[in-house]
């Protein structure tokens, strides 16, 4: 695999060819430092449960506060584990060169969103197609 070195101040840009070398290495570092970070804050959140875990509270209102706060490094936890999934995805899909188009439609998904969200897989048009439907269906 070829090393690109992307300048300092690189943005994707529309007047470059859609996905090239660049722009899937400048997504591919984007999302490497986004899966560095939600580890990190995830090792963070570990430490700290395991720091508090043996901890009892002897009143009732501190134990309640104690596991209502247990109970959301948890769920941040699973939202990061979640995460950190669709991130691989994306990553892979670098690697087999699909990343940056629809799921839905094969379209080149636009920059600005990829940006946005680096592991979109629906166009915007698809992404409101999809809500359509799901509103359709829940309304009955």
Request: aromatic letters at 8%; one cysteine or more; proline letters at 4%.
């Amino acid at each position: 695999m070829t090393v690109i070195t992307l300048p300092p101040d690189y943005k994707p840009s529309k007047d470059e060819e859609f996905m090239n070398e660049r722009q899937l290495e400048y997504f591919r570092q984007k999302l490497v430092a986004w899966k560095e970070e939600l580890l990190k804050k995830s090792d963070d959140t570990l430490e700290t449960m395991r720091e508090e875990g043996g901890l009892i509270e002897p009143d009732i209102t501190d134990r309640a506060s104690a596991e209502t706060d247990k109970a959301f490094e948890l769920r941040t936890r699973d939202r990061y584990r979640k995460l950190i999934s669709k991130i691989d995805a994306s990553l892979r899909k670098i690697e087999n060169g699909t990343y940056g188009y629809c799921e839905e439609t094969g379209e080149p998904i636009s920059l600005e969103r990829l940006e946005a969200r680096p592991i979109v897989t629906l166009s915007l048009e698809a992404q409101e197609r999809h809500e359509r439907l799901e509103k359709t269906y829940n309304d009955d």
